[in-house]
């Protein structure tokens, strides 16, 4: 119901790009794996990749660390009474894993041959991760306006976090890279399950475990035999003891980890920069490219303001967040089962029509849940307590969602693999993945940002309205509860963004749904360059 997952699932369909470009013959594998000495083979690589596996596990927890964070702090900020509109500004954050294409090219060509190819990248990248979360440590409480009640500053930490999401997005190419020559042949497919692992492992501690820890009221219930004003952690403990695990663990890969030399699989070089820039200007140039991007760009408005305002509408009835952070943890089975049942449907000649189908199932579970957000402030207004069974509602309404999420999620990416060209195929399915990223990143950002122009609130005292107190953001908030009013919503934004959107979602699927099958029937030569 929030945007985390989103952000998950955003960074995983970024496809291996020069594991797309090289070729296994596969009837080769299996007629060395029929004799005794390949099966003696096999088994010597994988016990011989073991080490490597797990340094990928770990590389890719890292890169989740970060991540989760990033996702941790909307929440934080909604606690401080910020408004919408800055939540919208430090979303922008969240940005560079949508357009890391912009500079991989460059993590990929540019690299120092002594060093190592992805060593190159990958430690001083990681090096500034652990530095940025150091100095961030020390400015933390500050910046969130933990200090004497102050307003947070969202803009500094926006441009910290984009940083520090820029700064991941490079090591997340970095890893990538390495993990297909780090890893024996035969062993190389394990690396986009070491990526999908070691990446949730890593979320689920920045995000899950860390604001359980930050919550007074979950150490006091669960954890402590003393209750406590404070959490068993702070932002700034977390960030330091990461900041430091991410500069030890650099120095001993530094150190004690040897890169071999790094070539494309089918054993020649890979394209240069500037090649690789002209072939995503030559593929967006292609009529049906051009015609799909249009589609996929707008394709999430319908629900965006259910996904992006959800979670933070919650916080704001009342719903601890850490509460509604652990919702997430019975999904984590459902996130990894959905994708192999649903692949099974979306296989065929025409993966975009379960895309299609599950479209109109989106836009009305996005009305449950704005009907789900009503009830909620009617539970937070009367008792202020929310029952296990009002959970077990929450966490039902969140598997719909994701059912929905995930089939719209693998459908598309299957038909990217079906039209990119086999001869540029990682940089054809990178940019079509790239750009499907950014369908789902601005309509989020934008229904943040417009929300409070369309919600109506007012400092209530005595059955009167205080002049000149707006209610939003943490400073006029502060002001209405120092001269002893309390805000009240007369008109809530939000519940008008999830209907104009629904609406548009559907005049989308009037228009689009046609186009999208005659994008499925076109023939392969739409989707070629022509040399």
């Known amino acids: 119901m929030d945007e985390v997952p989103s952000r998950q699932r955003q960074r995983t369909n970024e496809p291996r790009s020069v594991a797309m470009s090289g070729r296994v013959d596969k009837s080769a594998l299996a007629e060395e794996t029929n004799t005794t000495t390949g099966s003696y083979e096999f088994k010597a690589e994988k016990k011989s990749d073991f080490s490597s596996i797990c340094l990928l596990l770990f590389l890719y927890l890292l890169q989740g660390i970060p991540i989760g964070l990033a996702a941790s702090v909307p929440m934080i900020l909604q606690g401080r009474h910020v408004s919408y509109a800055q939540q919208a500004i430090f979303s922008v954050a969240g940005w560079p894993f949508s357009l890391k294409l912009l500079w991989a090219p460059i993590v990929d060509s540019c690299y120092s041959t002594r060093f190592g190819r992805r060593k190159s990248w990958l430690v001083p990248v990681q090096y500034l991760i652990g530095i940025f979360m150091l100095i961030l440590s020390y400015y933390s409480s500050a910046l969130l306006g933990d200090d004497n009640d102050d307003e947070p500053n969202v803009e500094l930490l926006t441009v910290i976090f984009f940083a520090l999401y820029f700064l991941t997005a490079t090591q997340d190419v970095a890893v990538d890279g390495w993990a297909l020559t780090m890893l024996s042949r035969r062993n190389v497919g394990h690396a986009s399950t070491c990526n999908s692992v070691g990446q949730t492992a890593g979320f689920f501690l920045g995000y899950v475990v860390f604001l359980a820890l930050e919550s007074p009221d979950f150490c006091n219930n669960y954890l402590r035999s003393e209750p406590s004003a404070q959490g068993l952690v702070t932002l700034s403990d ?18 004690l980890k040897k890169e071999e030399n790094d070539v494309t699989l089918n054993g020649t070089e890979k394209m240069s920069v500037t090649a690789t820039y002209k072939q995503c200007f030559a593929i967006i140039a292609l009529p049906a490219v051009k015609l799909y991007t249009i589609i996929v760009l707008t394709a999430r408005v319908g629900y965006a303001a259910a996904d992006a305002l959800t979670g933070l509408k919650l916080i704001e009835c009342g719903v601890p967040k850490e509460k509604l952070a652990l919702i997430g943890i019975p999904m984590v089975p459902l996130q990894m089962v959905l994708p192999l049942v649903i692949a099974k449907y979306t296989a065929g000649p025409r993966p975009l029509d379960m895309f299609i189908k599950f479209v109109p199932y989106r836009l009305v579970v996005g009305l449950i849940i704005a ?23 929450a966490v039902t309404i969140y598997g719909l969602q994701q059912v929905a999420a995930t089939a719209m999620f693998v459908a598309p990416i299957a038909f990217h693999a079906q039209i990119s060209d086999p001869a540029i195929g990682g940089t054809y399915m990178t940019l079509i993945n790239t750009i499907t990223n950014i369908g789902g990143t601005w309509p989020r950002t934008l229904a943040l940002a417009v929300v409070d122009s369309i919600t109506w609130r007012s400092c209530e005292k005595n059955g009167m309205s205080l002049s000149g107190v707006s ?18 919503t007369g008109l809530d934004g939000y519940y008008i963004e999830v209907v104009v959107c629904t609406l548009l979602g559907i005049v989308w699927l009037y228009y689009c ?17 022509r040399k």
Request: aromatic fraction near 18%; charge should be neutral; include cysteine.
């Open 238 to 255: 977390f960030m330091f003891f990461w900041g430091c695990v991410f500069l030890v663990t650099t120095t001993c890969v530094w150190l």
């Open 513 to 529: 749904r046609r186009l999208l099958q005659q994008l499925q029937d076109k023939d392969e030569s739409a989707w070629r360059i």
């Open 371 to 393: 009907f789900f957000v009503y009830r909620t402030q009617a539970i937070g207004a009367d008792t202020g307590e929310f029952s296990v069974s009002y959970y077990g509602v």
């Open 471 to 488: 209610c939003i953001g943490h400073v006029s908030v502060k002001e209405c509860t120092q001269q002893g009013g309390k805000c009240e």
